[in-house]
């Protein structure tokens, strides 16, 4: 059971962390965006407290749920007895939902984040994708950045629009329709990673945009740069 224990401290530290780089990158501002990170081989997240500015989180703030977005405090272990991990006495994030709907039907993902980042909440809020037009994107996003359906916050609705959007695409970014982007990624830091360049390239596209038509990149050389980069760079 220890190593629940320390597997519950070291994602709450990962995710507490990982919430800096969304300041440092500046697509979030005051509290509106959150990272959550999966407990592996438990059905258990972590994630972000609402309305907690982001200079006040500590690894103890982290609130731990279950996969349908319920904090947990701790578990019965059977022989090993009760372990209690402690929660704080503070509400997971408003987009728990959709992150717990995430985990439940992609068991792949280990981390998901949302942000409301200015570029590319502006391409969701026309509900238009983004043109697969920058090598970057053939490295990261294997095509266009999707968009997906309009959908209130506070049930299944939003993870069920992310889930619908992101299982057919090798995008790990989709942007919300009016909303914003939801990233995932194998781990929290990946799809930290996904919701950085899903802004760069909002930006990038956008500014092109305001210059003349970007020029298409074509299908064959997508995959390749993908492939790639998914397999080679950085190994
Ligand atoms: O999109 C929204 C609200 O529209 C959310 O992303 C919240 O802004 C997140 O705040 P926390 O509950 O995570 O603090």
């Known amino acids: ?12 530290r990962d995710v507490c ?7 440092r990158y500046e697509l979030v501002v005051w509290t509106a965006g959150n990272v959550s990170g999966r407990i592996p081989g438990h059905d258990l997240m972590v994630i972000k407290p609402s309305g907690v500015s982001y200079d006040q989180l500590t690894p103890e703030l982290m609130v731990v749920t279950d996969l349908y977005g319920t904090p947990v405090r701790g578990m019965n272990t059977g022989s090993a007895g ?3 991990w402690g929660n704080p006495e503070l509400s997971p994030s408003s987009d728990t939902a959709a992150h717990a709907y995430v985990y439940r039907h992609m068991p792949e993902v280990g981390g998901v984040v949302h942000t409301h980042s200015t570029y590319a909440t502006a391409w969701a809020a026309r509900g ?4 697969c037009v920058l090598t970057m994107m053939g490295d990261e996003f294997g095509g266009p950045i999707p968009v997906g359906p309009f959908a209130l916050i506070g049930d299944d609705s939003i993870g069920q629009g992310i889930v619908e959007t992101l299982k057919n695409s090798n ?9 914003g982007p939801f ?4 781990s929290a830091r990946e799809a930290v990673k996904a919701a950085v360049m899903c802004e ?36």
């Open 1 to 12: 059971m220890s190593s629940l224990l320390e597997s519950i401290a070291k994602v709450r």
């Open 17 to 23: 962390d990982l919430h800096a780089e969304l300041t």
């Open 82 to 84: 009760t372990v209690d």
């Open 128 to 131: 238009e994708e983004i043109p």
């Open 171 to 179: 995008s790990p970014a989709v942007l919300m329709q009016n909303h």
């Open 183 to 186: 990233t995932i990624g194998k």
């Open 200 to 235: 760069e390239v909002a930006r990038t596209v956008h500014i092109s945009r305001q210059l003349g038509e970007p020029l298409p990149i074509d299908q064959a050389k997508i995959e390749s740069l993908y492939k790639r980069y998914q397999n080679v760079y950085g190994r």
